[in-house]
């Protein structure tokens, strides 16, 4: 899941200790979409003295919007979120993947390039950059970030991509996270067809990759 982890982290460490406060976090960063809209707005309207950054509250909402395709109302989120922490790298990232799911890649491109300016060395950041250069017309950028998305994502990005190029039919040989030749010619055909998307589709793929 996109940012959710790394978001959610933070969150609970910026909500502090019990009582309603404590609940509301929990909720925020739950794997259940809804529970997590709730106990998101439940923090944001309390405007609580407790939770020390409500910008972490509006990001977790914004990826709970965007996993339910609700991309306008993501972005908003996200808007309040950078308006207040503009180095929010994460934050930045995931609007600009919402951007590039909404069908808006280009206006998406600028939020990547700052995230990555932010963290360099981020895999779903390059991964983002590389689906928007995809999309724009860019194969050899695309597949220049795919590579550094495998690199510095490690085993589990390579994995995705194996799993992902597999139900494309593109990629035929083992998912096991190992780096292989095959992967790589199946990438350099995927990166020219704006269409096709090495992440995988399929939630049990996906979570054989976790």
């Known amino acids: 899941m996109r ?6 982290i933070v969150l609970a460490v910026a909500i502090g200790p019990a009582g309603a406060r404590a609940d509301s976090a929990t909720d925020c960063f739950s794997e259940d ?3 997590r809209i709730e106990g998101c707005t ?15 509250a509006y990001a977790m909402r914004a990826l709970a919007y965007s996993l339910k395709g609700r991309y306008d109302t993501a972005i908003r989120d996200y808007d309040a979120a950078i308006s207040m922490k503009p180095d929010f ?12 799911r909404w069908g808006r890649a280009a206006t998406g ?8 300016q932010l963290s360099p060395t981020s895999a779903h950041a390059l991964d983002t950059r590389a689906h928007i250069r995809q999309t724009l017309g860019d194969p050899q950028g695309a597949l220049r970030d795919y590579d550094k998305a495998m690199w510095h ?6 994995k995705l991509y194996q799993c992902g190029l597999t139900e494309a039919r593109l990629y035929t ?4 996270g190992n780096l292989r030749p095959e ?6 055909q995927c990166v020219y067809d704006k269409a096709c998307d090495p992440l995988p589709a399929d939630e049990q793929c996906r979570a054989a990759t976790s």
């Open 153 to 158: 994502g490690g085993a589990r990005m390579i």
């Open 89 to 100: 790298a994460v934050a930045l990232n995931n609007r600009a993947w919402a951007y590039f």
């Open 183 to 188: 992967l790589t010619q199946a990438l350099e």
């Open 173 to 176: 040989g083992e998912i096991d």
């Open 109 to 116: 491109l600028p939020d990547v390039e700052k995230s990555l």
């Open 33 to 35: 979409i809804e529970r």
């Open 3 to 8: 940012g959710f982890l790394a978001i959610g």
């Open 42 to 56: 439940a923090l944001i309207e309390r405007r609580d003295e407790g939770v020390a950054d409500l910008s972490l």
